[in-house]
């Protein structure tokens, strides 16, 4: 049976745990960050997945990318490089997830201060997500740095 939006309740249910997996998933990837456990990152992206930061400002779709790495490999490289370096405390605000089957977009807010310092990173990710065997995986993730509220 279908509701106002038009969905079956299978297809509800469906969106609505996706969702949850996904939040979770985000949330994984900054506690991982967060404990310095850069090591396991890469576990959470697909194998062909791509990792972007760049410097950008909140409002304006400009931004110059600072470096990208393609493959789960390359990731875990990229990731460990920072392992039982200063690292930021990631807290994630207004977390938006679209999920269309098995694959789905997001976007949130992360702001942090770098342990042991005091410098603080604003920015935003624009991630895109895969459903690989029942388990859902970053597909791409681009961290766009606001440049001028950054103290790094």
């Known amino acids: 049976m279908a509701n106002g ?8 249910l ?22 310095d ?22 409002d304006k779709q400009e931004s110059s990318v600072r470096s990208r790495m393609e493959g789960r490999d390359r990731i875990h490289d990229f990731m460990i490089q920072g392992k039982g370096r ?10 938006m997830i679209e999920v269309e089957g098995d694959s789905a ?4 807010v992360m702001e942090g201060t770098i342990y042991g310092t005091e410098h603080k990173v604003y920015g935003e990710y624009r991630d ?3 459903r690989v065997d029942g ?16 103290s790094l």
Not at 6 to 12: A, S
Not at 86 to 95: A, G, S, T
Not at 135 to 150: D, P
């Open 128 to 130: 895109s997500f895969s």
């Open 135 to 150: 388990r859902w995986l970053f597909a791409s993730r681009s961290f766009t740095m606001f440049t001028a509220g950054s």
């Open 5 to 12: 939006n038009g969905l079956p309740r299978e297809d509800r």
């Open 105 to 108: 977009t997001g976007n949130c």
């Open 86 to 95: 200063p690292h930021p405390v990631p807290l994630i605000h207004n977390l």
């Open 14 to 35: 469906d969106r609505m745990e996706a969702q949850a997996a996904i939040a979770d998933l985000v949330h994984e990837y900054a506690r991982l960050i967060r404990r």
């Open 37 to 58: 456990q850069s090591d396991e990152v890469s576990a959470l992206f697909t194998q062909d997945a791509s990792f972007e930061t760049r410097d950008g400002h909140p």
